[in-house]
């Protein structure tokens, strides 16, 4: 009888992979005055010029605020979609960085009192907002993984990013770098980490079937122009 208890509890396991689940942890570290060549608004073709309406200047906040860090896996079970908001206001679009799961819709409420148009020329998700005016909303579903970035023809101090991907591994880090998913299930991974001086930062690693693993990453310092 203990025996086939143990069998039975080995069954459960094998078919829920949190049984076998290994902590994945590490650290992003900022490097100081390494510079790095940043894409430029300029390159989508702006139109118009940007209103003088003395948009406040970016403030010394937290740096990881504008990081992103998941796991990418061929095995991975992508995570049910949801809904996000990036905000115009003041100028700037709040949050600046999104991470979505693939399939999620995000909303684009304008809170100024001028009208803005949002597009995107990225690979992943090309789209343009068209103009409108403070109190309309308009929404994007982002049905492929990869990296979104998101301008105003009107202001070209305007950026976001959205991240969408299909890891249910996903976040920002703490506010001293620091990162950590539990459960993930034995095999290989790429730890993925996005920051707009350099884009996407990959490092193999091997989740072990029990235990856990740390894996650290090193980018510049965010230009804080955006």
Same mark, same amino acid.
């Given at each position: 009888m203990h025996t086939a208890c143990r069998s039975a509890m080995a069954l459960v396991c094998a078919m829920l992979p949190a049984c &076998?689940?290994?902590? *994945?942890s590490g650290t992003i570290t900022i490097q100081r005055g390494v510079s790095t060549k940043v894409l430029a608004p300029g390159v989508y073709d702006l #139109?118009?010029? =940007?209103?003088s309406h003395g948009s406040s200047a970016a403030t010394k906040d937290n =740096? &990881?605020? #504008?990081?992103a860090v998941w796991l990418e896996s061929d095995s991975q079970a992508a995570p049910a979609? !949801?809904?996000a908001t990036m905000q115009q206001r003041q100028q700037r679009l709040e949050p600046a960085l999104l991470i979505i799961p693939v399939g999620s819709t995000v909303d684009f409420p304008n809170l100024d009192p001028i009208f803005h148009n949002i597009f995107?020329?990225?690979r992943t998700q090309s789209f343009d907002l068209g103009y409108y005016p403070q109190g309309r909303s308009r929404s994007v579903k982002f049905s492929r993984a990869g !990296? *979104?970035?998101v301008?105003?023809? *009107?202001?070209?101090?305007m950026y976001g990013a959205i991240i969408v991907t299909a890891s249910p591994w996903f976040g920002k880090p703490?506010?001293?770098g620091a990162f950590s998913w539990s459960d993930v299930p034995a095999g290989k991974y790429r730890l993925a980490v996005w920051q707009k001086n350099v884009g996407v930062v990959h490092k193999d690693i091997v989740v072990p079937s029990v235990g856990s693993i740390r894996a650290n990453v090193a980018i510049p310092e965010d230009d804080m122009q955006n």
């Amino acid at each position: 009888m203990h025996t086939a208890c143990r069998s039975a509890m080995a069954l459960v396991c094998a078919m829920l992979p949190a049984c &076998f689940g290994s902590e *994945v942890s590490g650290t992003i570290t900022i490097q100081r005055g390494v510079s790095t060549k940043v894409l430029a608004p300029g390159v989508y073709d702006l #139109r118009g010029m =940007a209103a003088s309406h003395g948009s406040s200047a970016a403030t010394k906040d937290n =740096a &990881f605020d #504008r990081v992103a860090v998941w796991l990418e896996s061929d095995s991975q079970a992508a995570p049910a979609p !949801i809904s996000a908001t990036m905000q115009q206001r003041q100028q700037r679009l709040e949050p600046a960085l999104l991470i979505i799961p693939v399939g999620s819709t995000v909303d684009f409420p304008n809170l100024d009192p001028i009208f803005h148009n949002i597009f995107s020329l990225s690979r992943t998700q090309s789209f343009d907002l068209g103009y409108y005016p403070q109190g309309r909303s308009r929404s994007v579903k982002f049905s492929r993984a990869g !990296i *979104v970035q998101v301008y105003c023809h *009107v202001h070209p101090n305007m950026y976001g990013a959205i991240i969408v991907t299909a890891s249910p591994w996903f976040g920002k880090p703490a506010a001293d770098g620091a990162f950590s998913w539990s459960d993930v299930p034995a095999g290989k991974y790429r730890l993925a980490v996005w920051q707009k001086n350099v884009g996407v930062v990959h490092k193999d690693i091997v989740v072990p079937s029990v235990g856990s693993i740390r894996a650290n990453v090193a980018i510049p310092e965010d230009d804080m122009q955006n």
